[in-house]
């Protein structure tokens, strides 16, 4: 429930002030007057609400944990101005281009917490929650000391410069309907989880979060890629269709590298039976459906970025509603009958709806994109995860010569841009 609590702290606090401040970076001369209107009001709205809570000290620690304390509302208040201090300091991180002090910056804390735990479970006579609610602590708190040190600079210039409400106005017309698509998102990716635990049984829900976790791995490439691709296309934005020209590069490279890990998985995935006890046989199959939501929404990433360009937020907050609604109706409809086999086409298909509405926002709010091959390639895809989840065993033998013929498709009808793309990497790791 901690990391649910941050997750929502940042995302409802933030007023998508976070995504005003990247967007407009590199066309403010004033960066300190920027970041303070980026934090300003989302950090003085969570101070008020942490004062509310002050009134009945043990109301936060009822709500997220079942226990009646004062200490763990009060140590849950300081992770949560820990982490949101941290959001925005991370950002000026990013905007610099400086990614792997940004991927550092979210790995730190997991490091410090599983490191103070380990020093409890090694060193304290007795264990007890409120150890894992310190850890945390000390884990954001850590990461908050080292970014502030790491902007030192910006942070001070932002204390110092003027108090603009004009411009604190402009960025939240930015960014209010983000919040709305920012829940609704939210929602997508918890939807399926509630549905097998109200229409399904444990052991479902224990198949699906198994799959799940093994393709969580995809997310690196999901971290990785949305930490450096707005920086670098809002720098290129006042440019000669640049922006445009970096758009169809990225999105055709990235549209390769999503079907391949597709079919890799696809032709791989009978090798988690290794690692799984045998009442887990379900999870190879629903697999390659679980990476639809990492794969499909970093594909989106790539052409989405139309609707952030234009400045025309509520088409965001539209796409994340209507996919919503789709992974209501699909869940709905296919988790009874189907348990985790079907929460994971639900998402999957979803998201591949996900991809086609933001990418048709971006085309109807910027500029257009070449996305039959991306819709096509996709949708097979999408085909062969959900027929490897549904029918599972019967086609064993099938799905392994779908995932291998589109596989060997995607590779040849890419051969030139391939070639061309890792001779270009080879050239630039030998100078």
Not at 51 to 62: D, E, G, I, K
Not at 233 to 238: G, I
Not at 262 to 272: D, E, Q, R
Not at 314 to 327: E, G, R, T
């Amino acid at each position: 429930m901690l990391n649910i609590a941050i997750s929502f702290c940042v995302l409802l606090f933030s007023l998508g002030l976070d995504q005003s401040y990247v967007r407009e970076y590199h066309e403010s001369p004033e960066k300190g007057v920027l970041l303070k209107s980026a934090i300003a009001p989302g950090f003085f709205l969570l101070l008020l609400t942490c004062v509310a809570f002050l009134f009945q000290p043990t109301r936060l620690s009822l709500l997220l944990f079942d226990e009646d304390s004062s200490v763990f509302s009060v140590l849950t208040m300081l992770i949560l101005i820990f982490t949101f201090i941290s959001r925005f300091l991370s950002l000026i991180l990013r905007m610099k281009e400086k990614g792997m002090a940004y991927s550092l910056s979210l790995l730190i804390p997991k490091v410090v917490i599983i490191v103070v735990i380990i020093n409890y479970y090694l060193f304290a006579k007795e264990h007890d929650f409120l150890q894992l609610i310190i850890a945390n602590m000390i884990g954001f708190g850590f990461v908050l000391l080292i970014l502030a040190l790491n902007t030192k600079d910006d942070w001070l210039t932002a204390l110092q410069s003027s108090f603009s409400i004009k411009k604190i106005k402009k960025m939240l017309s930015f960014g209010y309907p983000l919040i709305l698509g920012g829940l609704a998102f939210w929602g997508v990716t918890a939807a399926d989880r509630m549905f097998l635990r109200a229409m399904s049984n444990f052991e479902q829900l224990a198949i699906f979060s198994v799959a799940v976790s093994f393709a969580s791995a995809a997310t690196i490439i999901q971290s990785v890629f949305s930490t450096i691709w707005a920086p670098i296309v809002y720098k290129v934005l006042n440019t000669d269709d640049g922006a445009l020209e970096l758009v169809n590069k990225a999105s055709r490279y990235m549209l390769v590298a999503v079907v391949c890990i597709f079919c890799v998985c696809g032709l791989l995935s009978w090798i988690v039976d290794f690692f799984l006890p045998s009442n887990y046989g379900g999870v190879k199959f629903i697999l390659v459906a679980c990476l639809g939501y990492p794969l499909l929404y970093t594909l989106s990433e790539t052409t989405v970025i139309g609707i952030s360009i234009s400045k025309k937020t509520s088409y965001s907050m539209l796409a994340s509603l209507l996919a919503f609604v789709v992974n209501l109706v699909g869940n709905f409809l296919l988790v009874p009958k189907f348990g985790a086999a079907g929460a994971a086409v639900s998402t999957c298909v979803t998201f591949w709806f996900f991809f086609i509405l933001r990418t048709e926002f971006s085309i109807i709010t910027w500029k257009v994109i070449p996305r039959f091959e991306m819709y096509f390639f996709t949708f097979l895809c999408i085909f062969g995860a959900s027929c490897s989840a549904l029918l599972g065993e019967s086609i064993k033998s099938e799905i392994f010569i779908y995932w291998l013929v589109l596989f060997i498709f995607v590779i040849l009808r890419n051969y030139r841009e391939l070639k061309f793309f890792l001779a270009k990497r080879i050239r630039w790791v030998n100078d």
